[in-house]
């Protein structure tokens, strides 16, 4: 699985901003600073959206095992 400095929940949480909710990467950097403090850039939340498909691979895999 692909590490970040970030963990699995923040992680969830940005991808959910960029994926569902469509806001823009600065947007999501401005949010996560002035709500959370962090300190992220636009590269990461880039790198976030590159590596998000391999790390759900596993589980999505596991959800259509059991259920079917």
């Given at each position: 699985?692909?590490?970040?400095?970030l963990?699995?929940?923040?992680?969830?949480?940005?991808?959910?901003?960029?994926?569902?909710?469509?806001?823009?990467?600065?947007?999501?950097?401005?949010?996560?600073?002035?709500?959370?403090?962090?300190?992220?850039s636009?590269?990461?939340?880039?790198?976030?959206?590159?590596?998000?498909?391999?790390?759900?691979?596993?589980?999505?895999?596991?959800?259509?095992?059991?259920?079917?």
């Amino acid at each position: 699985m692909p590490r970040t400095s970030l963990g699995p929940r923040l992680h969830a949480a940005l991808g959910e901003l960029t994926g569902a909710s469509r806001l823009s990467k600065r947007r999501v950097v401005q949010l996560g600073a002035n709500l959370l403090g962090l300190k992220i850039s636009v590269g990461m939340i880039s790198r976030l959206e590159r590596i998000t498909p391999r790390v759900l691979e596993q589980p999505r895999r596991s959800v259509a095992r059991h259920s079917s």
